[in-house]
């Protein structure tokens, strides 16, 4: 069964960084693009940033640009979200989903992906 993992999550102040680290397990994540996606209570599902496969270009939230940063190691088949300066409203069950990629892009709609993780839980508070 394809699945994806992500890792990383875990309580952290404000002002502070975490690393949420997604990786698939049953198959590996050449030409597939990859996508981050986070829920908060009561709130509905919201695209936080994507990466393609074949040129690595990214997409990041206008929101979120300058704090959250998307990036790829083929090697070690994994997919990384680097969040620095959190803040109370980036609390949320983070997931990562994954699609084969298409022309070379990735998209932010989470109907797009096919293969989705259980999510981690990002909390920040003091």
């Known amino acids: 069964q394809l699945q994806l993992v992500e890792s990383g999550g875990g309580l952290v102040q404000p002002g502070g960084s975490l690393r949420l680290a997604c990786a698939p397990s049953?198959?590996?994540?050449?030409?597939?693009?990859v996508g981050w996606f986070r829920q908060a209570p009561g709130k509905e599902r919201e695209g936080v940033s994507c990466?393609?496969?074949?040129?690595?270009?990214?997409y990041t939230a206008n929101s979120l640009k300058g704090r959250f940063t998307i990036s790829r190691d083929n090697a070690k088949n994994t997919v990384y979200l680097q969040m620095n300066s959190l803040k109370p409203e980036d609390t949320a069950v983070y997931y990562c989903?994954?699609?084969?990629?298409?022309?070379?892009?990735?998209?932010?709609?989470?109907?797009?992906?096919?293969?989705w993780g259980q999510g981690t839980q990002v909390t920040v508070s003091s």
């Open positions: 049953g198959f590996a994540l050449d030409g597939y693009a």
């Open positions: 989903a994954a699609a084969v990629e298409v022309q070379s892009m990735c998209v932010m709609v989470d109907s797009w992906y096919t293969i």
């Open positions: 990466i393609a496969y074949s040129d690595e270009s990214t």
